[in-house]
């Protein structure tokens, strides 16, 4: 039943469009077409001489990205290895008293968990979900960083899953030189590129620290995910 | 006048009184235009990236059944499930049958204005379904009851010491006068029901065709995380929400971050594709993707008005309306307020019930200056307007109109009165504001404006 009412609401809303748009659409709207769209589609440089600037070499993006997530309230190391991120974890990890962490994958999140000496769950295996949110921290891989916006983007892929890069209210991400996207539509470039026809469930660009200002505008930190993101960039 | 003119006339006035609602709205709204026009400035070009928007969404929408068949047969390679639902009931049905088949008790839900505009969530409830609003703004004001103040800060309205002792009551929370440590209070309620939930429904923002993926933008990650614990995730999503390409995201996100809430880009923005992966540990077990039509059609058969189907629901025509800063957002009576919600409600709603709508505004055109993309929202009020008249002649307004053009037709009826009005002016201030006066809607909170002393015929020939 259920089945054939959805099968008439397919074929009437698509019936109804085809004939609402047999009407041609007014003068204005079709300049503005005419005026973007009539050689294809906007190109990556068309859509950056919009967005605010981002930099031409790798360093004025680092700078750019770390004006961004001073802004954002996200704190961002570049470190020259990742010794050197995993000693500035110890301190962070000493300071916010951290009791319990998760990860998942192996290479350097192996390296730093088994540096820190604490005990981490793995969320590349089965794990459970109330121990997860009992983490004090979580810290993961990511797909890119992007310098124009102070973003850093994550995967179901990447991570193996969509809750460690949420639930716990320190989110860290380990990131290599490589990863540093100058733009948004690079980044975006990049993605399709990269999971071109096999997508990952999710793709998350994150932007700071959970946020909300839904009481006066008064902006608070960790309205329901991470109240604090750290962003190690080793270069 | 319609009964529904007759409430909203009565509830504008009630919030028009109300003057520390008022201070509270337009303190938040004149600092947040102040960081608004910073982020816009950070833009290389940001009047051509409203062109861009407006070029790109209109395509997507000249293309909307292709597009959709796209995007349909993506999002089912991607292993989600589509419906589709002409209306509001429609819908409803769906969704219910899903959280029935799954034996759900528990749905938590991240802000939908889909979900406002079929009350989806009173519909689930007298079903048995506990539902669960996880937005902030939208979580206190499901507590209070009552529909969000505005399409994109629900919560706007309310001070902190109300909504404290709103939770004191509610949550039996400790008073506080901080907004941090409400917040907190808030996400230590919620924790608790994202794990226990059996479903999560959400809204979308944009619906990526060629993907097959819904992009969903919000801050706080209450989303992110409705998505991410239950079994069961189900989106709610208008037609009109489609665009082409991955890359178009990235002129559209950061728009509608800045028009609609002052920021370069929002917090999160999340494309679901589908349900969890065979490589990936957690997610839900189905993705449902239900495309709601609702009036949508109809509003794509005028070919003016088509174009308020470009509206991506940032809220910045809201912030920037005199009308919406003066009656706030409860006054109208509908899901969308504000100068969208009074051009696109009419046509979704019926013009004879809505069309006061159209007369909510000083077509000062603010909103059509600050659209991310580009609708001209005041022009089509008053297109909506002069609908409105052809549509319902009032036999009263017919006949004066008649009388007027008959005086003003003929020199000599006119300058005869000009000669009584300016009489009748001076008689005036003795019924004037009371109920005698013929005028008194006019007069009881405003002067007329006198007649001048004489007219410039008058004028030309005392000149000779």
């Avoid at chain 1, 039943?1 to 008439?8: F, S």
């Avoid at chain 2, 833009?43 to 959709?68: M, P, S």
């Avoid at chain 2, 019924?431 to 909170?445: E, F, H, R, V």
Wanted: one cysteine or more; hydrophobic letters at 40%; glycine letters at 6%.
């Amino acid at each position: 039943m259920v089945e054939d009412a959805q099968m008439n609401d397919k074929s009437t809303i698509l019936t109804l469009i085809r004939h609402a748009l047999k009407t041609p659409t007014h003068a204005e709207t079709a300049k503005l077409k005419e005026k973007y769209l009539a050689s294809g589609k906007p190109s990556v440089e068309e859509i950056n001489s919009i967005l605010p600037p981002c930099g031409a070499t790798f360093e004025e993006n680092l700078s750019i990205f770390k004006k961004n997530a001073d802004d954002l309230k996200a704190d961002f190391y570049p470190v020259k290895s990742l010794d050197e991120a995993i000693e500035n974890l110890k301190k962070i990890a000493q300071a916010e008293n951290w009791k319990l962490i998760a990860t998942h994958g192996n290479g350097d999140l192996k390296t730093t968990a088994e540096k820190l000496g604490l005990p981490a769950i793995y969320t590349d295996k089965k794990y459970d979900v109330h121990e997860l949110e009992k983490c004090d921290a979580a810290i993961t891989y990511c797909d890119a960083l992007v310098a124009q916006t102070g973003s850093v983007i994550v995967s179901s892929r990447t991570n193996k899953g969509r809750a460690i890069s949420v639930l716990p209210p320190h989110h860290v991400i380990i990131a290599y030189k490589e990863q540093l996207i100058p733009s948004l539509p690079e980044a975006f470039a990049l993605l399709k590129k990269k999971y071109n026809g096999n997508l990952p469930s999710m793709i998350s660009i994150i932007t700071g620290p959970s946020r909300t200002g839904d009481i006066e505008r008064i902006l608070v930190l960790g309205a329901h995910g991470p109240k604090k993101l750290t962003i190690f960039l080793i270069a | 006048m319609n009964p529904l003119a007759l409430e909203f006339k009565k509830r504008a006035t009630a919030s028009v009184a109300d003057v520390n609602r008022r201070k509270l709205v337009l303190t938040a709204l004149s600092k947040f235009e102040v960081k608004r026009n910073e982020k816009v400035a950070q833009f290389k070009n940001w009047q051509k990236g409203r062109e861009l928007a407006a070029a790109l969404k209109w395509d997507a929408l000249e293309n909307l059944a292709e597009n959709l068949e796209l995007l349909v047969n993506n999002l089912e390679k991607n292993g989600a499930k589509v419906h589709w639902a002409a209306t509001g009931e429609e819908a409803k049905n769906i969704i219910a049958s899903i959280a029935k088949e799954k034996n759900a008790k528990l749905i938590v839900k991240s802000k939908a204005m889909t979900a406002e505009e079929i009350h989806l969530n009173e519909a689930l409830e007298k079903q048995g379904f506990e539902v669960v609003e996880t937005d902030l703004g939208e979580f206190i004001v499901q507590l209070r009851n009552e529909p969000p103040y505005h399409i994109v800060f629900p919560a706007m309205h309310l001070t902190r010491y109300e909504i404290s002792d709103l939770f004191s009551e509610k949550l039996k929370s400790q008073p506080t006068d901080k907004a941090e440590e409400l917040t907190m209070i808030a996400r230590r309620v919620l924790r608790d029901k994202y794990i226990r939930a059996d479903i999560g429904i959400t809204g979308g923002n944009f619906a990526v065709a060629e993907l097959g993926a819904i992009s969903i933008t919000e801050n706080e990650g209450n989303a992110r995380l409705t998505a991410a614990l239950p079994r069961v995730m189900i989106t709610l999503i208008g037609i009109e929400k489609v665009v082409r390409r991955m890359e178009d995201l990235a002129l559209f996100l950061p728009m509608l971050a800045t028009a609609g809430a002052a920021q370069t880009i929002s917090g999160y923005n999340t494309l679901y594709s589908g349900p969890r992966k065979s490589d990936e540990i957690d997610g839900p077990e189905e993705y449902h993707v239900v495309l709601l039509d609702n009036g949508r059609t109809e509003l794509l058969a005028d070919p003016v008005e088509r174009d308020a189907l470009r509206c991506i629901r940032c809220g910045a025509c809201l912030n920037v309306c005199p009308i919406y800063k003066t009656i706030g957002g409860h006054a109208y009576g509908t899901t969308y307020c504000g100068p969208i919600g009074a051009v696109i409600t009419p046509r979704m709603r019926g013009i004879e019930d809505w069309q006061h709508l159209s007369y909510a505004s000083s077509l000062c055109g603010a909103c059509t200056e600050i659209c991310p993309v580009k609708i001209d929202l005041h022009h089509h009020l008053l297109k909506n307007r002069r609908i409105a008249g052809t549509k319902t002649p009032v036999w009263w307004q017919k006949t004066a109109f008649k009388i007027y053009a008959k005086i003003s037709n003929s020199p000599t009826l006119w300058s005869l009165m000009t000669k009584f009005g300016r009489l009748g002016q001076k008689l005036h201030p003795l019924i004037k504001g009371t109920k005698l006066d013929p005028a008194y809607a006019w007069t009881k909170n405003r002067d007329l404006p006198p007649i001048a002393k004489q007219t410039f015929k008058e004028w030309w020939r005392m000149r000779k």
